[in-house]
């Protein structure tokens, strides 16, 4: 690896000033259980580190109105930890949990895990069907914006790290009954990139579906959302029969690849079906 | 700051967790923390864990349960244990689980770990009472608890593994390797690379003094291919690059001009084995072959209600031990080249060393470190030779530490097997005849591949009664990686397919599997598979009357389990497989060992077993206090070390307990003689009288009439006797017996159940439990019996489940798939103890056997439970599904 100098801002000023000072030469650092082995392996080049960890609200969990808003240098083990998270959306305590294993959850970041743009990458899938969004600051200005806007390509994010930094995530709070379901499948237990993963947020009002989200991963080259089965479902209770017509709609919709190290399309295209109906059936029972 | 326990697997991937640090009390990964960021926080390491002498309760609970092997993933799992405890002093198994399945584990299958982890709560709950923090050499010899006598260097961080060793300006090598699978070296110019400020040295093939080969270990393969030869498979060494640092080295890899042209390649046997491929090296694509043959095979299977025809495949697997090939290499105060790295025989590589060298075997001496697990990957010779050449050329400390990548890359594979069958049975279900047809895939290289047809028959054929035998096996090369030894060499493929075959068999005729087996084994004495009788006692009837009441429990519990969930997608079903296992090897019958009564009055043992976290160190130590009759406090093995001890012969198959063991105890024996008999001078009293007790010859009847064994060994001195005793252990009359064979038919046998779950609409594949019931001869330590058995069985689960080496795919960690601390199975081990004829004590080899049952068990009970076979391993959840979706 080559030298890297590593600066610490202590506020969101210090951060844009950096962007400033530095053009084309930072990048944004918070967990690094990415960026450092890209580092080493020159896929990635940084000759300065913008490291946030000591930007206090940067490290913030906060319940505000309706929303549950997450700072950038919160660690996926922080988020694991937080009862209101366990209570009211256990399938982000699930998908954090699924990255990697505890000592990475440790360091990792959600923020960082988006930002990454994987197809499959555990906390990618939670926010899209969670309908996150992203509070994006740079010296341009700073606004909000939905989390599926952030994904461009197979690894690639609409995020520049050496002149953006995204502040926050928020996750709406539904005022009506509601409900989440996880459901990922790999290799082994841990320490693993799924085979395929898929989180499911549904919507009730006076016991029908109101609003559906499904998100796949990885079935597409970005995490992908299954906007058809998620039509189906709304104005629907949840039967066998419109469990299975959904489950075929988000499969039809999936274009999963073959991976010699993990499985092939047909494979994974077999069993999309199946988690999307346990997803979906853990989500309509939490939401009764 | 020189602090050794934080240890490196992988390539600062995150992926294998030996670098794990508590920061502000929660684990991390070091490798991927920046270091400003720890700036102003707390950083604990396993050097902080305990409180000067006092171990923490967690250490001290690795060491008694037995939770360290070779100790390399030790200090980041205890950290990972702190952690939790720290935060939830009662966790339940899953938090535990939760806890630690970041933490890479390859040789205890975990099973330790977790009773460790308990225990250490337990205590810090002030449940159970801490016991004193005791030492681990005052204990027992033979049987007991056990205790290692280097687990305390290993739960402090302090024991040294090769990388440990530091010299100021040590030179790095880096190794030039194939980009190809198969090419021809058209060019290859090291003059630009050379001028490269801070390299020392560049090595080719030139440069080798001696044989560019590794005399009879492998036939054809040189260590370094030169200009105009072909290079057989990805990463082939072409030269070696000896620099000042391993970025120096790293440029001067890219700065070597070396060019190829591009051969057809293959992995695939039938492919190499066909005609219009052209052999890779020699005349043809088949490097040996092995053949058994007896009984009138026709008449067999024309005699038989059912003949079955099935055929199975394995994968290439990988060791995947923690440590990285790691050595270094100096000459040393007696000006010897000097290498220090994990091994399988020090004597060998001493001589590999020389005759590369072309010097006398004297000025090269090769040293056993701590070594971080080595499952037969570390008996490679070439990174010792590697290491040996730099240090001849450079006369400079040098230092060679694979990647995590190099490792896989060019580390020896376990062979992957096509395996054939016919096998006849009669409709009560006796066995008839069996023909089978093996091949082996050795990739590129012999690496030992030579001797895989007589293995791979041999376990083939099992402990079973057979009227007539047709085997044929051959290794084949392809320009896959270099097949070579991985524990259970050769045997647990063939194993994998025979106990598959069998059960399908037993399928077939509607029998029993248990008692298909029961009414089928090979009972001490009679005719094996091979065509004569066995030289050691075999307990396989034993074993299974041992297994019947857990195997009918696991049968009704599953029954019933899928009764009460008929509408789950989860089923569950139980598998049986059985194994036998050649121990000893083709080493020699005739084993030497010395021991010496030091000055001091304590017992020193010179003899090569060396330990890489499989318990040799212990083990052989509690054979000469048992032999002595005192605790094990006053024994010192100095182990493996060619400049100190006698060449015990090759340690492989298992034998280093029943051949060193005997070595030692008949060394002991001898030494002991000679005390008594100085003894009985000192103190004049009738040798019979004496007996020996703590540091000192007693008499029976009259405890006071004493001599210390200092005293003695001062006598032995005075006199002019030496009190050094050269000693073997010989079995060249007792073996082989009537018949002329190249291996001496030395067996154990074991049979394993597993309980497994599988997800009819995934695929994927939970094991539950399983039971594991080995004859292992007399346990010298039973403790480290069942670690070992543990260890092997979630080795097992591994290759059953997950594990494949893809050449040119995979390459580290996140791509070879090990088991975490969450597959782990219940597990309970059950030791049958069927006293061999001439180990020392009644001693047996174990530490391979024990993965041969656990693949097949794990496999026969996802075809049970799905009612549909798999033929080839890993049976991955795409593997399964497919299987229960066809028709």
Request: hydrophobic content about 40%; aromatic content about 8%.
């Amino acid at each position: 690896m080559d030298a890297i100098t590593l600066i610490q801002p202590q506020s969101i000023g210090d951060v844009l000033q950096a962007f400033k000072e530095y053009p084309e030469m930072g990048h944004i650092l918070a967990g690094g259980t990415d960026l450092l082995p890209d580092l080493r392996k020159k896929k990635k080049e940084a000759p300065i580190l913008i490291d946030i960890h000591h930007i206090p609200e940067l490290q913030q969990i906060n319940i505000t109105g309706n929303f549950l808003e997450i700072g950038a240098a919160v660690t996926f083990a922080q988020i694991e930890e937080h009862p209101f998270v366990l209570e009211q959306i256990p399938m982000l305590t699930e998908a954090a949990r699924s990255v990697g294993a505890l000592p990475l959850q440790n360091s990792a970041t959600w923020v960082g895990n988006l930002v990454q743009a994987m197809p499959a990458a555990d906390g990618a899938i939670a926010a899209l069907a969670l309908e996150a969004e992203l509070y994006i600051v740079s010296l341009q200005g700073s606004t909000w914006q939905k989390v599926e806007t952030l994904f461009r390509a197979a690894g690639v994010s609409i995020i520049d790290p050496s002149q953006q930094l995204i502040t926050k995530v928020r996750v709406p709070i539904p005022v009506v009954q509601w409900g989440t379901g996880w459901q990922r499948l790999g290799r082994r237990n841990a320490l693993t990139l799924p085979i395929l993963n898929c989180a499911v947020k549904l919507e009730l009002e006076r016991g029908t579906i109101s609003k559906a989200r499904i998100a796949l991963g990885p079935v597409a080259p970005t995490p992908m959302r299954a906007l058809q089965a998620e039509n189906h479902l709304v104005g629907k209770q949840l039967d066998e029969k419109i469990l299975q017509e959904a489950a075929l709609l988000a499969q039809a919709e999936s274009h999963p690849r073959s991976n010699v190290l993990r499985a092939s399309a047909e494979y994974r295209k077999t069993v999309v079906p199946v988690l999307v109906k346990r997803a979906l059936k853990t989500a309509w029972e939490r939401a009764q | 700051m020189n602090l050794t326990g934080t240890k490196q697997g992988c390539d600062y991937e995150g992926e294998c967790g030996a670098c794990t640090v508590l920061l502000d009390g929660k684990a991390i990964r070091s490798c991927l923390t920046p270091i400003a960021n720890v700036e102003g926080r707390e950083v604990l390491t396993i050097e902080g864990v305990s409180d000067g002498e006092i171990l923490h309760p967690l250490q001290q609970a690795f060491i008694e349960t037995g939770a360290v092997q070779c100790g390399f993933c030790t200090p980041g799992m205890i950290l990972s244990a702190l952690a939790l405890l720290e935060q939830t002093p009662n966790p339940n198994s899953q938090q535990i689980s939760q806890a630690l399945e970041g933490n890479l584990c390859r040789c205890t299958g975990y099973v330790r770990i977790a009773q460790a982890v308990e225990q250490a709560a337990a205590q810090l709950r002030g449940e159970v009472s801490s016991p004193a923090n005791q030492s681990t050499a005052n204990l027992q010899p033979l049987g007991g608890n056990g205790l290692r006598s280097d687990s305390m260097e290993k739960v402090t961080g302090k024991a040294k593994y090769a990388e440990d060793y530091r010299f100021p300006h040590a030179l790095q090598i880096k190794v030039g390797r194939s980009p190809y699978f198969h090419a021809r070296i058209i060019k290859l110019d090291t003059e630009k690379a050379q001028k490269i400020p801070g390299v020392v040295k560049i090595i080719t093939s030139a440069d080798i003094p001696g044989e560019n080969g590794f005399e009879i270990y492998s036939v054809a393969e040189p260590v370094l291919t030169k200009l105009g030869d072909n290079v057989r498979m990805l990463a082939a060494p072409i030269f070696l690059v000896v620099a000042g640092s391993a970025e120096i080295a790293e440029e001067a890899l890219q700065a070597v001009d070396c060019e190829f042209q591009p051969l057809p390649h293959t992995f695939n046997m039938d492919e190499a084995l066909s005609e219009h491929f052209p052999p890779i090296i020699g005349d043809s694509n088949i490097l040996s072959s092995f053949e058994v043959k007896h009984g009138n095979l026709e008449g067999a299977f024309s005699n038989s209600e059912v003949v079955l025809e099935t055929h199975y495949e394995t994968a290439f697997l990988e060791h995947a031990a923690l440590e990285r090939e790691a050595l270094v290499g100096y000459i040393d105060e007696e000006g010897r080249i000097t290498v220090v790295g994990g091994n399988h025989q020090p004597h060998n590589q001493q001589r590999y060393i020389a005759n590369a060298l072309g010097m006398p075997i004297e000025k090269v001496r090769v040293i056993t470190p701590y070594t971080g697990g080595s499952f037969g990957g570390k008996q490679d010779p070439w990174p010792f030779i590697a290491v040996a050449l730099a240090v001849y050329h450079t006369h400079q400390p040098v230092r060679l530490i694979y990647s995590r990548q190099e490792s896989f890359d060019a580390s020896p594979k376990r062979h992957p097997y096509s395996v054939h069958y016919q096998m006849g049975a009669s409709k009560n279900g006796k066995l008839s005849g069996v023909k089978v047809r093996i091949n082996a895939n050795t990739g590129g290289y012999d690496s030992g591949g030579y001797y895989i047809p007589n293995y791979a028959l041999t376990a083939a054929g099992g402990a079973y009664r057979w009227q007539a035998v047709d085997g044929l096996a051959r290794s084949v090369y392809t320009n896959g990686p270099k097949s070579g030894q991985f524990r259970g060499f050769g045997t647990s493929q063939s194993t994998f397919a025979l106990e598959c075959a069998l059960d399908e068999l037993s399928q077939k005729l509607e029998v029993d599997p248990l008692e298909f087996r029961l009414q089928n084994c090979l009972q001490d004495g009679q005719i094996s598979f091979l065509g004569y009788p066995l030289a050691e006692t075999l307990g396989y009837q034993n074993v299974l009357e041992e297994m019947k009441p857990y195997y009918k429990q696991f049968i009704r519990q599953t029954e019933e389990v899928n009764q009460q969930n008929s509408q789950s997608p989860l089923r569950q079903g139980v598998g049986l497989a059985g194994m036998w296992y050649r121990f000893g090897k083709g080493g020699s019958l005739r084993v030497e060992a010395h021991s010496e009564l030091a000055l001091d009055g304590h017992i020193v043992i010179y003899a090569s077993a060396p330990d890489y976290g499989q318990g040799t160190q212990t083990a052989i130590s509690q054979i000469a206090a048992e032999t002595l009759g005192i605790k094990r406090d006053l024994v010192e093995f100095i182990n493996a070390d060619t400049a100190k001890v006698p060449n015990s012969d090759i340690q492989g198959a298992s034998r280093a307990l029943y051949f060193v063991g005997g070595a030692v105890h008949q060394t002991i024996t001898t030494l002991k003689k000679a005390i008594f008999s100085v003894a009985s001078e000192l103190i004049d009293a009738p040798v019979e009288t004496l007996t020996l007790e703590d540091a000192w010859v007693r008499m029976i009847e009259e405890p006071n009439r004493k001599v210390s064994l200092a005293a003695v060994a001062e006598e032995f001195e005075r006199i002019g006797k030496s009190r050094r005793v050269r000693e073997w252990f010989d079995l060249t009359d007792r073996v082989p017996l009537n018949q002329q064979v190249e291996y001496a038919p030395f067996f154990v046998t074991g049979a394993q159940l597993a309980e497994v779950q599988v997800d009819l609409e995934t695929g994927f594949t939970q094991v539950l439990r399983m039971v594991a019931v080995h004859d292992v001869g007399k346990a010298a330590n039973p403790t480290d019996a069942a670690g070992q058995i543990e260890g092997a069985m979630v080795m097992g689960l591994g290759a059953a489940l997950m594990e494949e080496f893809i050449p040119g795919v995979t390459s580290g960690f996140s791509s070879y798939q090990i088991p975490t601390f969450g597959a782990m199975p219940e597990i309970k081990v059950i030791l049958v103890e069927v006293p061999s004829r001439y180990g020392p004590f009644g001693v047996k080899g174990l530490g391979e056997a024990a993965m041969l049952p656990s693949t097949p068990a794990i496999i026969n009970g996802i075809c049970r439970t799905i009612g549909k076979r798999i033929y080839s391993i890993p049976a991955t959840p795409e593997k399964v599904l497919k299987a229960i979706l066809q028709g």
